[in-house]
């Protein structure tokens, strides 16, 4: 944990963190729901994801932009793998938006999504020799099997959005590109200390940001939706206000990360951000009309209990190693 600078108490600061990552990825995640449950007057639905990932990543360039004149801009940063980082990065998030564009619920989505481990396993077995526990993959299978068995278990949404392969499809291709994106973070962090250079947490927004912005907006211009995406939200702008506020909530929510980044050891974030998303998960279940038979709920509790079980395992080894 870093010094008590300023005189705040750390558990006025760990308040701060906690509560800006919370309160900014809750509503985050409600208005990506919102998004893409939306129904215009004539029937169309809101499909542009590229679009969308264009206006999300711009709003973190602004606000790294401002943190890192703020801190202080670091020199000498090795563009190259920001920009593959960034480019991985935004596909894989892209395809969690395609993937709920294509019928998949949102907290299917965002139990898959935690499953990430899964694709990082099965990557560093194939390519680095790893070696992991009985219980790391009992982890993975209770959160793959409690999704699917969620899947299974879900009565028709209130969406009126059907279910599609096209949608489990994206979401296995944004894990994919999740454990993709975590090897080009480790190169990125190499390559960054063999040019002798640190990047301050705004650095890292900002680049890796400004990257996934030109990546997306180099797609979405190429599938048309910068201009269908914009006539879409001035036809209908009940929908690019819910966009415009889903961007600055994504912006926001960064922001907050890095303070508890700078201020606390990675396990208190990923504490933070774990459970956010069973939250994110409950939330849309019992607020957006989502409806479970016994067996749905079943799935979230086996779900659920992965991830509790990989977080709690995370902190025992923690502690271990300060030991």
């Excluded at 709003?59 to 801190?71: C, D, E, H, R, Y």
């Excluded at 050891?265 to 998303?277: A, H, N, Y």
Aim: positive net charge; charged residues 10%.
């Amino acid at each position: 944990m870093v010094g008590d600078a300023g005189g705040i108490p750390p558990a006025i600061k760990l308040l701060i963190g906690a509560g800006g990552i919370y309160g900014a990825f809750l509503y985050y995640g409600s208005l990506q729901e919102d998004v893409f449950r939306y129904t215009a007057e004539d029937g169309t639905l809101f499909t542009q994801a590229w679009f969308l990932q264009v206006l999300e990543a711009l709003a973190n360039v602004i606000i790294g932009f401002v943190g890192m004149q703020l801190t202080g801009a670091t020199t000498g940063i090795p563009k190259k793998m920001f920009a593959i980082s960034g480019a991985s990065q935004v596909t894989a998030k892209a395809c969690t938006s395609l993937a709920l564009a294509n019928g998949l619920s949102f907290p299917i989505a965002t139990l898959a999504k935690s499953g990430k481990m899964a694709p990082v396993m099965a990557g560093s077995l194939l390519l680095g020799g790893a070696s992991y526990s009985i219980r790391e993959y009992l982890q993975v299978a209770l959160i793959i099997g409690g999704t699917a068995v969620v899947s299974m278990g879900k009565k028709k949404s209130s969406s009126g959005v059907p279910s599609s392969l096209m949608g489990v499809g994206f979401i296995v291709l944004s894990l994919v590109l999740d454990g993709v994106t975590a090897g080009f973070q480790k190169r990125l962090k190499v390559e960054t200390a063999k040019a002798g250079v640190k990047p301050k947490p705004y650095d890292f927004m900002f680049w890796t940001n400004l990257y996934m912005c030109l990546t997306a907006l180099v797609v979405a211009t190429g599938l048309g939706e910068v201009t269908s995406g914009m006539s879409y939200c001035t036809a209908n702008p009940e929908i690019f206000t819910k966009i415009i506020k889903f961007a600055v909530c994504s912006a926001v929510g960064q922001s907050f990360i890095f303070y508890t980044i700078a201020h606390f050891d990675p396990l208190v974030l990923s504490t933070i951000t774990t459970t956010r998303k069973i939250f994110s998960v409950l939330l849309s279940i019992f607020l957006k009309g989502h409806s479970l038979s016994p067996l749905g709920w079943s799935g979230i509790a086996m779900a659920c209990g992965g991830i509790l079980s990989e977080m709690q395992a995370k902190m025992s080894g923690n502690k271990a190693h300060k030991q």
